[in-house]
């Protein structure tokens, strides 16, 4: 089983849009919509495992001291891809100031 799909409300799959991995530890970049429609990008982290006897395998979002290095690596190319690929604010219509027709008469 992969965590790289997870269910959005209705109920698909669906993929992230890109991933970032350091030996076992991985970042995951989602896009995102609210319930108005504004949409971003984020991400998740995971560290995938596997017993020695290679019986199972799966991930986890728990981490070891010894996985710093690898997460602060895919943090870094996370972060660095968002805010290559985001909107900024000031071009959202969320951050936009409304004017009413009255307001914009008295001027």
């Known amino acids: ?10 109920g698909n799959s ?6 970032f991995r350091v030996g076992a530890i991985a ?5 995102r919509q609210t319930s108005t ?3 971003y990008l984020d991400f998740s982290l995971s560290r995938s495992w596997k ?16 996985n710093e ?13 968002i805010r290559e690929h985001s909107v900024p604010a000031s071009q959202t219509k969320m951050t936009e100031p409304a004017i009413s027709s009255s307001s ?3 001027t």
Not at 51 to 66: A, D, M, P, R, V
């Open 1 to 10: 089983m992969s965590e790289d799909k997870t269910k959005n409300r209705k």
């Open 14 to 19: 669906q993929k992230p849009i890109k991933t």
């Open 27 to 31: 970042a995951n970049v989602w896009k």
């Open 37 to 39: 429609g504004f949409e």
């Open 51 to 66: 017993l020695k006897s290679g019986e199972k395998e799966g991930y986890s979002t728990s981490f070891f001291h010894n």
């Open 69 to 81: 290095d690898a997460l602060l690596d895919v943090v870094e190319q996370a972060s660095e891809f």
């Open 104 to 106: 914009q008469a008295a």
